[in-house]
């Protein structure tokens, strides 16, 4: 992800995820987002091929209702959440719907970039990837 930092900044976090004009912001990406994207996908080896797919980058939020067969979630929040989940049960549950909702969007493949960013803390548990597999394979027997 270090790489990726070039691309993806903290200015662009804060241009892409801040309230409801992010939407449409994410929607008319910039050809230096698209690059990074696809930066990404090549180093990563996602199955995604940019120029032939439908790809689009939504909030957690704006993604609810819609699936997709890749996925690519990074994982962490600002400290400022930590803070306010660590403080509020109410905003802890609100926190681990809106994570459901991301974790929930693929219907092939989910991606979790890990330590992507210095500037958020993880939230994901580490083990959620073994946890996740083991599950599936025991929901395919049953």
Request: glycine share 4%; aromatic share 8%.
């Amino acid at each position: 992800m270090t790489e990726w930092d070039s691309y993806i900044t903290q200015k662009w976090w804060l241009r892409y995820t801040n309230g409801g004009a992010s939407v449409t912001e994410l929607t008319r990406l910039s050809d230096r987002d698209k690059h990074a994207m696809r930066k990404a996908a090549e180093r990563y080896e996602l199955p995604v091929d940019m120029d032939d797919v439908d790809t689009r980058i939504l909030t957690i939020h704006a993604s609810k209702g819609v699936e997709a067969a890749d996925v690519v979630v990074y994982d962490g929040v600002t400290g400022r959440i930590t803070d306010g989940i660590d403080e509020s049960p109410p905003l802890r549950e609100n926190e681990a719907r809106t994570w459901y909702v991301a974790l929930t969007r693929a219907s092939e493949r989910l991606h979790i970039m890990r330590d992507a960013f210095s500037y958020t803390k993880p939230y994901l548990p580490a083990d959620l990837e073994p946890r996740a597999a083991e599950r599936a394979t025991r929901e395919r027997s049953a």
